[in-house]
């Protein structure tokens, strides 16, 4: 085998239907040309994969892989990324998750791990040094994520690294997660819910193996100048004490932070109470971390006492706390922290369960959703109480309401009509994160034309808008006026291939975007020796996601599904966005043209050309 540097060279598949275990070579161009993590499990899906599946069906692949980043040793590398075929979506659904299973994989000697088939009993995987094995996991089975780690590791050793999936995985709740060591998520499109329709529980991972690196002395180098950067960064600093909802009460005031299922532009009293000075206030009493990262974001909270006391663990980020706080008008932080906590032991993406409720209630106001259709359950804007109630009705498809509210919000709207769309915040079927396009339009752009639907860290536009990053090599360093097209095509198409980059490298944005544009591809050289300028590094990530816009159009999406719920496209009248509406015409089709693309938004065949994807131009025949 050839000398992989920042790669392992290899992957290994499992057939749960069979049984059977492969192993499998990665030819060096495909990690040049596709980097690894999202554009590598993209290219294995394409290659190995049955289009026709559909996401449930078991020879619909489930592709973990890491990128040349992974395990490196710099703050945000021990990043570990997912794709496949959205439950959730119908389209390529991708996830990426810190913590620490990567690195641990590729210990183990892989870069690759593929999950085809369907076990005929509940099982779990152990990987070891070149090695995976199948056992059962009957006893695991019902179990949350939290406990089905404490069981694994108690027979592993504590130095075994896990991923597992809650009972929202087991029961196929489209939007469930993946859970890697209690505080780390693969949490969005649904990639739990693929793992849990293949009856597997869990991976446990422990392995020995070492990464070779190009440059070793220029890794070592980098590292030391990287760390003082991270030190050095006030925006980490905030990290580090607040967590991600450090900035929540500004960002309020500007109007970024979506209030009664963004029907309001303002609510002070809740940012203060939510925000993660509260947090810190009140309930921090650790910071967690991904494997070696020094920022450490990721708060440890406790709530000691009251009705919504629970001990020591991972605390919410700023996702959940606009999911299920603001969105949905909570400003209870204590139950917050309980929803987050049974949503981490449950295996639940936050942002489309809290979506989806805040959406039931906006339903609710206008009469649409009639609590004596729903077993009488009332959906009054900040009741807590009733969610808390709600969450495990919706994990275990129990009752109407709860049936209904786990299919996400877009197919609960389709099955009750009646103007209930017009509530919806998604792109794609994927319920919008938390930050609002009528307050910086090109993340309205960016939710739109985002490959798994709305999503923000694929794309760093709302960086570039916030005034956080600029990068001049790639032409980045222009005027962004938060409310106005300019400039934006531009800023979504680079800052959509800085972030294929980032989940094919499997890097972290926070210490991640703290490199300029030609630092990250001098790292790669040094890691891997890919030989890449920085426009070489750029045109591997436009090619990463020409290929994952192509597998949508290939399960059916087109240029019409480039659009953000209609809840977002409706003004409101208070705070910094009041009036404010994303000019989409004019955004989409600037964009359509810089990308080399036909203004219904399909790529033309000189456009995949240019990126070595011609095979994808025959394969839709343009
Ligand atoms: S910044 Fe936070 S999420 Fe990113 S790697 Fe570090 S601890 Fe993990």
Same mark, same amino acid.
């Given at each position: ?79 570990? +990324?997912?794709?496949?075929?959205? *439950? ?19 210990? @183990?000697?892989?870069?690759?791990? /593929? ?40 027979? %592993? ?39 849990? =329709? ?7 991972? #422990? ?32 990290? +580090? ?35 993660? /000075? ?8 650790? %910071?967690?971390? @991904? ?20 001990? *020591? ?9 606009? +999911? ?30 809290? +979506? ?78 938390? %930050? ?37 090599? /790639? ?28 989940? =094919?490298?499997?890097? @972290? ?9 030609? #630092? ?50 409706? *003004? ?51």
């Amino acid at each position: 085998m050839y000398m992989a540097f920042g790669n392992m060279g290899k992957g290994v598949e499992v057939d749960l239907s069979s049984g059977t275990v492969t192993e499998f070579e990665i030819p060096e161009e495909i990690y040049r040309d596709y980097i690894g993590g999202t554009g590598l499990a993209a290219k294995l899906l394409y290659d190995r994969g049955n289009l026709e599946a559909e996401p449930l069906d078991p020879e619909n692949l489930l592709i973990f892989a890491t990128g040349p980043l992974t395990g490196i040793g710099f703050s945000g590398s021990s990043r570990l +990324s997912v794709g496949s075929r959205s *439950p959730l979506t119908g389209i390529w659904g991708q996830a990426s998750c810190g913590g620490n299973f990567g690195p641990e994989l590729k210990r @183990c000697g892989y870069d690759a791990l /593929i999950l085809r088939g369907k076990a005929e009993k509940p099982v779990y995987l152990i990987l070891g040094d070149d090695s995976l094995e199948i056992a059962p996991a009957d006893d695991l089975w019902g179990k949350d994520t939290y406990e089905t780690t404490d069981i694994l590791k108690e027979r %592993h050793g504590k130095q075994a690294k896990v991923l597992a999936v809650g009972p929202a995985a087991e029961n196929l709740i489209p939007f469930a997660s993946i859970v890697n060591d209690y505080g780390h998520h693969f949490g969005r499109a649904g990639m739990g819910t693929v793992m849990g =329709s293949k009856r597997v529980k869990a991976i446990v991972a #422990q392995g020995t193996k070492k990464m070779e690196y190009k440059d070793p002395e220029k890794v070592k180098a980098m590292q030391e100048e990287h760390r003082q950067l991270v030190k050095d960064n006030i925006f980490c600093g905030a990290l +580090s004490a607040f967590g991600t909802g450090a900035n929540m009460e500004a960002k309020m005031y500007e109007g970024d932070v979506p209030t009664r299922n963004w029907g309001r532009g303002l609510w002070e009293e809740g940012a203060e109470k939510l925000s993660g /000075i509260a947090l810190a206030d009140n309930f921090i009493v650790d %910071h967690g971390s @991904c494997r070696g990262c020094a920022v450490r974001c990721k708060p440890v909270v406790e709530v000691k006492e009251g009705p919504y006391a629970m001990g *020591p663990g991972p605390g919410p980020e700023y996702e959940t706390q606009a +999911s299920f706080g603001t969105m949905i008008m909570n400003d209870n932080l204590a139950a917050l922290c309980k929803i987050n906590d049974y949503c981490n032991r449950a295996g639940m993406d936050t942002i489309t369960c809290g +979506s989806t409720i805040a959406w039931a209630m906006d339903c609710y106001e206008a009469g649409i959703l009639k609590p004596e259709d729903y077993e009488g359950i009332k959906l009054e804007w900040g009741d807590v109480d009733t969610v808390i109630e709600l969450l495990p009705k919706i994990v275990n498809r129990e009752g109407k309401l709860g049936a209904l509210l786990a299919k996400g919000s877009r197919k609960a709207a389709e099955e009750v009509g009646n103007g209930a769309d017009a509530y919806l915040t998604d792109s794609k079927g994927l319920e919008a994160p938390m %930050h609002d396009p009528r307050c910086n339009w090109g993340d309205g752009l960016a939710y739109a034309v985002s490959i798994r639907g709305a999503c923000h860290v694929s794309n760093l536009t709302f960086l570039l808008e916030w005034g956080a990053i600029e990068y001049p090599e /790639i032409g980045l360093d222009k005027n962004y006026q938060p409310q106005s097209t300019e400039y934006k095509a531009e800023a979504v198409a680079l800052t959509a291939d800085l972030g294929c980059i980032m989940n =094919s490298a499997c890097w @972290c944005e926070f210490p991640g975007t703290i490199y300029s544009v030609t #630092q990250w591809a001098e790292l790669f050289d040094a890691v891997a020796g890919y030989g890449w300028d920085y426009r070489k590094m750029m045109e591997a990530g436009a090619r990463v996601w020409f290929l994952q816009r192509c597998l949508g159009h290939i399960w059916g999406a087109t240029g019409a599904d480039d659009r953000i719920g209609q809840r977002i496209m409706t *003004p409101v009248e208070d705070g910094g966005i009041a009036g404010s509406v994303p000019d989409m015409e004019t955004m989409l089709r600037e964009f359509y043209e810089y990308r080399g693309m036909t203004p219904d938004g399909m790529p033309t065949r000189e456009t995949l050309e240019k990126y070595g994807l011609g095979y994808l131009a025959d394969r839709l025949g343009l």
